[in-house]
């Protein structure tokens, strides 16, 4: 049985770079990728974090050789390498620091929340993802707009008190008269980060020393979430970026607009209300012109059979109807959405149009349906050939 590697992120997380010594190295070939090894390996020190209470392994690289991922088994850690190291070897390691010190922001972001909403509302924390991009928090109970906005300051009063977070490993004693949040029955040696005044957590991965660096704390959207809520939050330089990105929506904005920035939104009622009533000007004009089109039919013609693409869509009911003051037969009427297909009416005063509907659609590859007086649907084909289809009904 081998020793568990010694996890040098477990009393110091700020430690980038490491000596180590190389134990074992396995090749592992994937089925999917047989060209593309990757090679397992051990070290008897580390400061690579294994994938772990919700935060993702670290990145990084040992001897120049990318590190892909790392996992954990009973105390030993695996380094998943795009390239072989030799057994025995001095290695220098080195983790991708950018990437762990974000992840550490957002993690102990996440137990300020958690802890807050806890102390607070009584909710639990039971569902926790930490992307690169996306950070979201599940509660099983809901919050308001008014509860998270008080949760949000409360989390930013604890990042300008810049608390100093302490990661201790009580004996089963000190824990049984512990009152800590933790997912799961813990067993064996119990790590818990302790937030003074906010919250005590048994966590295994690396946090921030101090709350000041998490930098802020946004709850950047919410909603509601298998009977309970899902809040999405950044934090540090991600928050950053995204405000930048909103600001520069909503200054690009106000410049199309020409509002000022803080009221765009009564600027974009204001468009959509102009919007629809211009909708409904169109639509009365349209209808105006339908009506001139009609009115050069002579009243008592046999049938009828139009192709016309100015015709819009939602007007052709509208267009069959006025059509059938002047039709003593059957009202067609086409428009056009591409080059083979059209939608189209199907009217009649006189007969039931429901037959030559399914015979229109069966001939043309079509789809519709209606009443006895009218179907509407659309087709595929050639307007010559539609057209004479019409032209052949018997009426
Ligand atoms: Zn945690």
């Given at each position: 049985?081998?020793?568990?590697?010694?996890?040098?992120?477990?009393?110091?997380?700020?430690?980038?770079?490491?000596?180590?010594?190389?134990?074992?190295?396995?090749?592992?070939?994937?089925?999917?990728?047989?060209?593309?090894?990757?090679?397992?390996?051990?070290?008897?020190?580390?400061?690579?974090?294994?994938?772990?209470?919700?935060?993702?392994?670290?990145?990084?690289?040992?001897?120049?050789?990318?590190?892909?991922?790392?996992?954990?088994?009973?105390?030993?850690?695996?380094?998943?390498?795009?390239?072989?190291?030799?057994?025995?070897?001095?290695?220098?390691?080195e983790i991708n620091w950018d990437r762990r010190f974000d992840l550490m922001q957002h993690h102990?972001?996440?137990?300020?929340?958690?802890?807050?909403?806890?102390?607070?509302?009584?909710?639990?924390?039971?569902?926790?993802?930490?992307?690169?991009?996306?950070?979201?928090?599940?509660?099983?109970?809901?919050?308001?707009?008014?509860?998270?906005?008080?949760?949000?300051?409360?989390?930013?009063?604890?990042?300008?008190?810049?608390?100093?977070?302490?990661?201790?490993?009580?004996s089963s004693q000190e824990l049984k008269e512990l009152d800590y949040r933790s997912k799961k029955?813990?067993?064996?040696?119990?790590?818990?980060?302790?937030?003074?005044?906010?919250?005590?957590?048994?966590?295994?991965?690396?946090?921030?020393?101090?709350?000041?660096?998490?930098?802020?704390?946004?709850?950047?959207?919410?909603?509601?979430?298998?009977?309970?809520?899902?809040?999405?939050?950044?934090?540090?330089?991600?928050?950053?970026?995204?405000?930048?990105?909103?600001?520069?929506?909503?200054?690009?904005?106000?410049?199309?607009?020409?509002?000022?920035?803080?009221?765009?939104?009564?600027?974009?009622?204001?468009?959509?209300?102009?919007?629809?009533?211009?909708?409904?000007?169109?639509?009365?004009?349209?209808?105006?012109?339908?009506?001139?089109?009609?009115?050069?039919?002579?009243?008592?013609?046999?049938?009828?059979?139009?192709?016309?693409?100015?015709?819009?869509?939602?007007?052709?009911?509208?267009?069959?109807?006025?059509?059938?003051?002047?039709?003593?037969?059957?009202?067609?009427?086409?428009?056009?959405?591409?080059?083979?297909?059209?939608?189209?009416?199907?009217?009649?005063?006189?007969?039931?149009?429901?037959?030559?509907?399914?015979?229109?659609?069966?001939?043309?590859?079509?789809?519709?349906?209606?009443?006895?007086?009218?179907?509407?649907?659309?087709?595929?084909?050639?307007?010559?050939?539609?057209?004479?289809?019409?032209?052949?009904?018997?009426?």
């Amino acid at each position: 049985m081998s020793e568990p590697t010694i996890q040098l992120y477990n009393q110091d997380s700020y430690i980038k770079t490491f000596q180590a010594t190389v134990l074992t190295c396995v090749k592992q070939l994937k089925e999917e990728q047989p060209d593309k090894p990757s090679y397992i390996v051990t070290l008897d020190v580390t400061a690579f974090f294994p994938e772990g209470g919700g935060q993702p392994s670290d990145t990084g690289n040992i001897n120049g050789i990318i590190v892909i991922d790392v996992q954990e088994d009973d105390g030993i850690i695996y380094h998943i390498m795009e390239a072989p190291l030799s057994i025995g070897e001095t290695v220098s390691g080195e983790i991708n620091w950018d990437r762990r010190f974000d992840l550490m922001q957002h993690h102990t972001a996440e137990h300020i929340i958690s802890g807050l909403i806890h102390k607070y509302f009584g909710y639990d924390n039971v569902g926790f993802h930490l992307g690169s991009e996306v950070v979201t928090i599940d509660f099983n109970g809901n919050l308001t707009e008014e509860d998270i906005r008080n949760i949000e300051l409360k989390a930013n009063l604890a990042v300008y008190e810049n608390v100093p977070i302490k990661v201790t490993y009580p004996s089963s004693q000190e824990l049984k008269e512990l009152d800590y949040r933790s997912k799961k029955e813990l067993s064996g040696n119990i790590r818990i980060v302790t937030i003074p005044g906010y919250d005590i957590c048994a966590c295994c991965a690396p946090h921030v020393a101090l709350t000041g660096e998490i930098g802020g704390i946004k709850i950047t959207s919410y909603q509601k979430y298998k009977g309970g809520v899902r809040i999405s939050m950044l934090s540090g330089i991600r928050s950053l970026k995204d405000y930048n990105k909103k600001e520069k929506s909503v200054t690009d904005i106000s410049v199309i607009l020409s509002a000022k920035p803080d009221e765009v939104k009564d600027a974009v009622k204001n468009l959509k209300n102009e919007n629809q009533t211009l909708k409904g000007q169109l639509l009365n004009v349209q209808n105006q012109i339908l009506a001139y089109k009609a009115a050069a039919f002579q009243t008592g013609t046999d049938s009828i059979c139009v192709f016309d693409k100015d015709v819009a869509s939602a007007s052709l009911r509208t267009y069959g109807n006025l059509l059938l003051e002047f039709c003593k037969g059957i009202c067609a009427v086409f428009t056009t959405t591409d080059d083979q297909e059209y939608k189209y009416v199907l009217a009649s005063k006189t007969m039931d149009v429901r037959p030559l509907g399914k015979s229109l659609n069966e001939t043309f590859g079509g789809k519709g349906g209606g009443s006895k007086e009218m179907v509407q649907g659309s087709v595929r084909g050639k307007k010559e050939d539609i057209e004479a289809f019409i032209n052949n009904i018997k009426i």
